[in-house]
C-alpha cells in the first residue's frame, strides 16, 4: 500500500514552556515519529549528549554547512545558532516516518515557507508567575540570561497567532495527550490519506 508523504509537526514556544519535555513524551508514546536533533553552536548543558540533545558545531561548521544550503531552516538566538538539518526530512521520506521540530519562532517562520503544508503547535505555561517558577527551577541560566528569556518570552508569544494549534502546558502529563491527539487527527486529513485511499478504491472491480 502507497504511504502518504510525511507530515512535519513544528512544536515551538517561549523557552520554559516545557516544548522540549512535551516532544520527548510524545516520541516516546506515539509511533512512526522521527525526531529532529537540530544543530547549534551552543555549548552542551547539563546532561546533554552529542546526537541526543543537539549536534554541537563550532560557528564555523555552522556558517560552512548554511552556506551550501544543508539547513531547512536556521536562526541565530542569544548569540548562538540553531538550525533543521535537510536530511531529517529526507530520512523521514526513506523510512516512512512523520518528521517533529521542537525549534523556535524565528525558524519555524523560515520553516513554514518552505515546507508550508507542515504543521504547527505553538506550547505557552500558563502564566507568566509560571513560566519564570521553570526557568528559575531547572537552573541553566544566570539572573540576567533569565531576564532576558522573560522579556524574548513576550515577543515570542505575539506569533502565535501564525501557528495551527495553541496548546498551554499546564499539566505536562494533559498536554502531552493532547499533543499526541493532534498528530494522530492530522494523520488522517483527507488529503494526506488520498494516496492510500486510491489504493484501496484501485483494489475493487471496475
Known sequence: MNRRE??????????????????????????????SVSYTTRPPRGSEREGQHYHFVSREEFEERKSRGEFLEWAEVFGHYYGTHRSYLDRAAREGLDLVLDIDVQGARQLKRSVPEAVSVFVLAPSREELERRLRTRSEDTEEAIRRR????????????????????DDLDQAARRLAAIVQAERLRRSRMEPVVRNILASFPA
Open 150 to 169: 522573560l522579556s524574548e518570552a513576550a515577543r515570542e508569544m505575539a506569533a502565535y497567532t501564525a501557528y495551527d494549534y495553541v496548546l498551554v502546558n
Open 6 to 35: 510525511p507530515v512535519v509537526f513544528i512544536v515551538s514556544g517561549p523557552s520554559g514552556a516545557g516544548k522540549s519535555s512535551l516532544v520527548r513524551k510524545l516520541i516516546a508514546s506515539e509511533p512512526g515519529l522521527l525526531f
